[in-house]
Structures are given as structure tokens and as C-alpha cells.
């Protein structure tokens, strides 16, 4: 234990001589493993930044994780509450902000008035107001609405008071996708009125009136609506920066077995994902990031090439130790050991701070791109 003691005490003072070339080598090997952390750093920021752009150009139709039901409710099994916890269950832990809960009714002849009928918890998130004013949470004695497009009246029936409080339009189409036509006047970003279509819709009438209230207990309880067609949503909008490039295979994987489960339940479930638009950004993505991979690796190469060379003048002088070791009777195992603490020390504290080093540009790069630190 005595011999192995002294043996690292000559490794150590020979560490801190200036001329034993340990010193050049560390730092060649702090330089390059710097070069290299910043290299995975740039790629993973520039992967997800590619990520997100692609995830901007997916149309807004399409652009969210939708999990439906479609029918009439029939026994306490498909009374909302009961499908709000199924939905709750099968995505608990997912990783996009929501789920945002609304209901839309077909549209048909209620209480005399042909109508469209929709409901959304947290209402004022989703629309943009013309004019009036948003509406209170619909209740049994009075429901109010916003009325997103078409004319007429609205249904007033013991169980259903329909009160138009303002005009609006939908945000996007991201919400209720392809329950509504792209050009719907009912949202804002439709590519056209449908008075102004092509020429099949000339002849048509005009479409019925559709309102958006606040909250789907009362309406999905209304004896009124009893009957109706109706379809609940939960919606969970896919962002620019929501999934990151590392999250979308979780991504997928949650939502395929949410469809599995809740299929399992009913079939009157649905989930849609943007399954193949979020992996062709993934594979676009991932192409970019090895092109920069290369050209960066070639760099960290390079530094790493200057380290061997500075070792070579390290590996003289321990050469030499050992020799003068060897004269002085030292055994095998000691020049060894004396070898051995060396080339660790030299390899173990240059990379260590070449990862702190690096780790720390990462960072200062990744929150000046807006890129999670972590």
C-alpha cells in the first residue's frame, strides 16, 4: 500500500510540471471535447428548430390530437362525465397543454329552428369577437351564444333559450378540423365565404345558423337535445415547440394506445393524430442534423488529431520515468500504476472539463434560440 502511495505521489507532482506535456494534453482534450459537446448541442437545437418549422406547415385542419365520440348518448356509459374520464384516463401523462373540451351539435331542426349547435369549455381562448360581448356559462334558464355565422332565429323551447350576446368567429380551424368545411364563414382563417364558392354551391341555400356557447354540461343534459347527433371532442393543438424533435416518438406511441383503449371502450371512439406529418418532419429533421454532425465532427477530429500529437511528448517523458524507475528498482506493477494514473488523470479531467465547458455554451445557446436548457 506504501509502494502504490508513493507511486501516485510521483504521478501527481509529474502532472503539475509544465514540461511533462500532461498539461497541453489536457487541454487539447478539454478543447476538442468542447468542440464536440457544442456540436451535439448545435444539432439538437437545430433538429428541433427544423421540427418546429415543418410542425408549423402541417394545415391548421390537421395540426392537433383529436380523441372523439360520435352518437347519441344511450345508457350512463355515454353520458359526458362518464366519457370525460375514459378520455382522462387513456391520456393521463400526455405531454401536450390541453385537453380543450367542447361539443358540437348536428346541424338539424331543433324546437322548430334549423341550427348548428357548438360548446366549448373556455370559449374566449378559441374565438375572436366581432361584436357584443362573450357569454356567461350556459344555463338551463338562459344559454347564451355567440353567433358564428348564417341568419335566422334561434331556438327559444322550455329547456333550450338560445340568446345570441355577440358574433364571433373561430380562431382556426385547429380546433374542430374537418368537422368544418375549409370554407366555413364560421372561422377565420376560411379560404372563402361559401356564397362565394365554386359554381355547385350557387343554387344552394345559404347554411343554417351556428352558435358557440360556454360549457357542454347544459346542453348535453337539455331534454331539447335529447335526440340529437352530436359529437364531443378533446382536442390537444400540436405547436411549434410542442412535441420537441425527442418527444414525437413518445407522442405517437401515447396516442396510439389511447386509440387502443378507448376503441376498446366504444367504438364510437375515435383518435386522429398527425402520425405521418409530424414523421416526415422527424426524418427532415434528422437528415439536417447528420449533414451538420459531419461537418462539426470533422472539427472535433482535428483537435483531437493536435491531442495525439501533443500526448507523443507526454508519452517521451513518461518513458523516461520509467526508465529512471526501472534503474532504481522499481517492480513491474509500480511502472504500471505510474503509467496508468497518468494517462486517466490526463484523460479523465480533460474531458470533464471540456463536457462543463461545453455543457455550459449549450446552454447559453439553447436559451438564446429558445431551445429548453435542459
Do not use: K
Amino acid at each position: 500500500m506504501r509502494a502504490a502511495t508513493v507511486v501516485a505521489g510521483l504521478a501527481w507532482t509529474r502532472l503539475r510540471r509544465r514540461d511533462s506535456g500532461a498539461v497541453v494534453a489536457m487541454l487539447g482534450l478539454a478543447v476538442a471535447t468542447v468542440v464536440l459537446a457544442g456540436v451535439l448541442a448545435g444539432v439538437t437545437i437545430a433538429t428541433d428548430r427544423s421540427t418546429a418549422l415543418a410542425i408549423e406547415r402541417i394545415p391548421a385542419s390537421e395540426r392537433s390530437v383529436r380523441a372523439a365520440w360520435f352518437g347519441i348518448p344511450g345508457d350512463a356509459s355515454e353520458r359526458l362525465a362518464s366519457l370525460d374520464g375514459a378520455v382522462d384516463e387513456a391520456f393521463a401523462g400526455f405531454g401536450l397543454d390541453g385537453p380543450t373540451r367542447l361539443v358540437l351539435f348536428r346541424e338539424s331542426t331543433v324546437a322548430g329552428r334549423f341550427v348548428g349547435i357548438t360548446a366549448i369549455e373556455g370559449v374566449a381562448d378559441h374565438v375572436l369577437l366581432r361584436s357584443g360581448r362573450l357569454p356567461r356559462r350556459c344555463a338551463p334558464e338562459r344559454c347564451e351564444v355567440l353567433r358564428l355565422r348564417g341568419r335566422g332565429a334561434l331556438p327559444d323551447a322550455p329547456g333550450l333559450r338560445l340568446v345570441e350576446v355577440g358574433t364571433a368567429t373561430l380562431r382556426s380551424r385547429q380546433l374542430y378540423g374537418d368537422f368544418l368545411l375549409s370554407n366555413d364563414a364560421a372561422v377565420a382563417d376560411a379560404t372563402i365565404p361559401p356564397e362565394l364558392g365554386d359554381t355547385s354551391e350557387y343554387h344552394r341555400p345559404p347554411p343554417p345558423p351556428l352558435v358557440v356557447a360556454e360549457g357542454r354540461a347544459w346542453l348535453e343534459a337539455s331534454p331539447a337535445l335529447a335526440r340529437t347527433y352530436r359529437t364531443y371532442a378533446w382536442v390537444w393543438p400540436v405547436a411549434s415547440g410542442a412535441p420537441r424533435l425527442w418527444e414525437v416518438d413518445e407522442l405517437v406511441a401515447r396516442s396510439e394506445r389511447a386509440r387502443v383503449e378507448l376503441t376498446e371502450r366504444s367504438s364510437s371512439f375515435g383518435v386522429d393524430a398527425p402520425v405521418e406529418e409530424l414523421r416526415e418532419a422527424e426524418r427532415s429533421a434528422n437528415v439536417a442534423g447528420t449533414r451538420l454532425l459531419l461537418v462539426g465532427g470533422e472539427g472535433a477530429a482535428l483537435l483531437l488529431a493536435f491531442t495525439i500529437l501533443a500526448a507523443r511528448g507526454m508519452r517521451r517523458d513518461l518513458g523516461a520515468a520509467r526508465r529512471r524507475l526501472t534503474w532504481s528498482g522499481a517492480q513491474r506493477w509500480q511502472l504500471s500504476l505510474l503509467s496508468g494514473i497518468e494517462s486517466s488523470a490526463v484523460a479523465l479531467i480533460g474531458v470533464a472539463l471540456g463536457w462543463l465547458a461545453g455543457i455550459a455554451v449549450a446552454a447559453i445557446v439553447a436559451s438564446a434560440a429558445g431551445a429548453p436548457v435542459g
